[in-house]
């Protein structure tokens, strides 16, 4: 018997990481399954693999075609944006499976209550009824556009599990959080998908960038926003350059204005080192990956998302550090380095970049590990079977087995771009620094030597004779 399943989710041309994440998924969750897509009305995808393969309603239509026809379940996707409005009345009329991306749905409920309906006095009252006095507060604050950091110890998700049969998540940090909050509702974690990209040579497009033979590539991806750590890898690009090294930092994606880039490039004298892409295709953020010598993946506070960035810099074998809270705990020690945000946090960015500089082995035995765990846990194929699975387990269905091959192929393009790659410095160089300009070189040396040793024994290598530069 084939289940009949309504997956709700937005889809490109919708810019979301859920609009990518349920494009990749879903050829591989149609081996199972007869997938219909729910989507906005008015939305028509962009990719005509889907039209093609999949029927597709408007969520509109979801309560009277479950009334006539009932699903064996449904799938509604939830996160932190308002990408996520019509399922999120969607999934109040009719109960389904919650897959939730964001532990942290304040943010959504705010631009929800306040903007959509224009409702600012219930966005209030359930700040109030979940936090108090305090809830209130913080809400009050939102509402006259101060951001408050609090939020993200006040997620506001749970009318969203209050509706759900059933929460699946991406992380146990987010299963084992929705459980204190909602303690009688069923949780499984499934793990999130990611196409695995060929390994490809970027020698050509490193050499287009004209940043120098010997630059050494610091890259973020996504967009950047106040969460997202650039203070402290800015400072972290300086000690590099004082230290004699050619160290430049790209950040693929967009800034928001609560980001005042070009004052921190100033305060941190890394002008010339600081370069922005802004909105790039898929050939480019590839293009952009295969030419990074280090990945960047820094956030807090974290609002319980699992990182499909992460997860595709891990797979295309990068040296990537992230930050050592949330879901990024459960990243092994071995396939990343974890940056911790205590008072060593600025201090271990610097040491663990300047070591992987200094030791290539350290970079090639990191890049092999993150390769080899997202094939071992994070292909797009187990997340399908294991959707499938958690399925089967909570409704009492016979295991599902593959019915066809998946719909279509999301093998990733790693074709040169269609423009050259011409990040834009943040502020152009008032100087150059040379390699000779090492004058800071003779303290993180013997700092970063402390550092070595550790990540040796992490990352199960045996101690180099040769740790610090002549």
């Not at 204190?180 to 999130?192: E, W």
């Not at 430049?248 to 100033?266: C, D, E, K, N, Q």
């Not at 990074?292 to 990537?320: F, M, Q, V, W, Y």
Request: hydrophobic share 40%; charged share 15%.
């Amino acid at each position: 018997m084939t289940r009949r399943i309504a997956y709700c989710s937005p889809v490109n041309p919708i810019h979301s990481g859920i609009s990518d994440y349920s494009e990749e998924l879903l050829p591989y969750l149609g081996q199972y399954f007869d997938i219909t897509l729910y989507l906005d009305p008015q939305l028509t995808p962009s990719n005509p693999a889907i039209s093609q393969h999949l029927t597709v309603r408007s969520l509109a239509q979801l309560g009277a075609d479950q009334h006539a026809h009932p699903y064996d379940a449904i799938l509604y996707h939830m996160g932190n944006s308002p990408a996520h409005t019509h399922i999120w009345e969607a999934a109040q009329q009719t109960p389904g499976v919650v897959v939730l991306h964001d532990l942290v749905l304040h943010h959504f409920m705010l631009q929800y209550h306040a903007v959509h309906r224009h409702d600012s006095d219930t966005y209030l009252r359930l700040a109030e009824t979940y936090y108090g006095e305090n809830g209130r507060h913080i809400g009050q604050r939102m509402l006259r556009g101060i951001f408050d950091d609090a939020v993200f110890h006040m997620p506001l998700c749970q009318p969203v599990l209050e509706k759900a049969q059933l929460l699946i998540s991406h992380s146990r940090y987010v299963a084992d959080a929705a459980h204190i909050i909602a303690p009688q509702l069923a949780t499984a974690v499934v793990p999130m998908g990611v196409p695995v990209l060929p390994i490809a040579d970027a020698s050509a497009w490193r050499t287009q960038l004209g940043l120098g033979a010997d630059a050494f590539i610091l890259a973020s991806f996504g967009h950047v926003n106040p969460y997202k750590r650039v203070d402290q890898m800015l400072r972290t690009i300086r000690t590099l350059r004082q230290a004699g090294v050619n160290a430049h930092y790209i950040i693929v994606g967009s800034v928001s204005p609560a980001v005042s880039l070009p004052t921190l490039v100033r305060r941190t004298n890394t002008q010339g080192a600081v370069h922005v892409t802004g909105y790039v295709s898929a050939s480019e953020f590839n293009a952009y990956v295969a030419l990074s010598d280090i990945c960047i993946n820094l956030r807090h506070p974290t609002a319980g998302e699992t990182s499909a960035s992460l997860l595709r810099l891990l797979a295309a074998a990068k040296p990537t550090l992230i930050t050592a809270s949330g879901s990024f705990l459960e990243i092994p020690d071995t396939a990343a380095v974890h940056i911790p945000l205590d008072a060593s946090e600025r201090d271990m960015l610097s040491h663990t970049a300047y070591l992987l500089y200094r030791h290539p082995e350290l970079r090639q035995r990191l890049a092999a590990n993150a390769r080899a765990y997202v094939e071992a846990t994070h292909t797009l194929a187990q997340s399908a079977a294991t959707y499938a699975q958690t399925l089967a387990r909570h409704f009492g269905w016979d295991t599902p087995t593959p019915l066809r091959p998946a719909l279509w192929d999301v093998t990733p393009v790693v074709h040169h771009p269609e423009k050259p790659l011409t990040p834009q410095p943040v502020i152009p160089p008032h100087r150059t620094t040379s390699a000779s300009d090492t004058r800071h070189s003779d303290k993180l040396v013997p700092q970063a030597n402390q550092r070595l040793s550790q990540l040796m024994t992490e990352l199960h290598l045996s101690q180099p004779t040769d740790s610090a530069p002549s």
